[in-house]
Every structure is written in C-alpha cells, then in structure tokens.
C-alpha cells in the first residue's frame, strides 16, 4: 500500500529523532507499506475507530499514528512516548487529523 504523511510535521518528527531511531522509524513505516492492515503486533495496534498506532521501540519509545483513507497509508501524527499510557493529548491530534481527511 501507498503511504503518506498528513503534513509534513509528521516527516519533521521523523527527522527530529536519533539517527538509530529514525532508521527504525523508516523500516518499521516500510513494514506498514507491505503488509498494510495485516501488520499487528509488535509493529501496530488499533487504538481508536479508524486510528492505529505504529509502535516503534529502542532508545526512545516511538508511535506513529496512522489511518487508511482511499486505499492509502496515512501518517498522521508522531511522538516520543514517556510514559505506559498514551496522553489522550495525542489521540486528540491524530482524530482531528483523521477527521479533516474526511472532510477533503
């Protein structure tokens, strides 16, 4: 499957983040691309309706969020996770993202 960025804060995030990391990050989003919504766990989980998270892990504990739209990939929000639960702050961001898709 075709995979992009919702803006390109996401493509930022991803370049922001310790070069060990960011290769981890680009394997895992290449993993995303090949098997689509047959990735699971330990690479992916379903977080929300239509939202699922791209779970990277090493040094730092990385998550992309991300959803299908129009037979398409689409990263919509990326951050480093600091703590065993994910802030409600971030779900928010990639479901407003999630729901502008809708809307163009």
């Known amino acids: 499957m075709r995979v992009r960025v919702f803006n390109d804060s996401v493509e930022k995030f991803i370049q922001s983040l310790e070069k060990g990391t960011g290769s ?6 290449e993993l995303l691309g090949e098997f689509g919504p047959r990735l699971g766990m330990p690479h992916s989980r379903k977080i929300g309706d239509h939202i699922f998270e791209l779970r990277v892990r090493g ?10 739209h ?10 480093v996770k600091k703590s065993q639960k994910i802030p409600k702050k971030e779900i928010q961001i990639a479901a407003k993202r999630a729901e502008a898709l809708d809307g163009v």
Not at 59 to 66: D, E, T
Not at 70 to 78: A, F, K, M, N
Request: avoid cysteine; glycine fraction near 4%.
């Open 24 to 29: 981890k990050v680009v394997r895992t989003i």
């Open 59 to 68: 040094i730092q504990q990385v998550r992309i969020f991300y959803t299908f």
């Open 70 to 79: 129009e037979y398409s990939i689409v990263l919509l929000h990326g951050f």
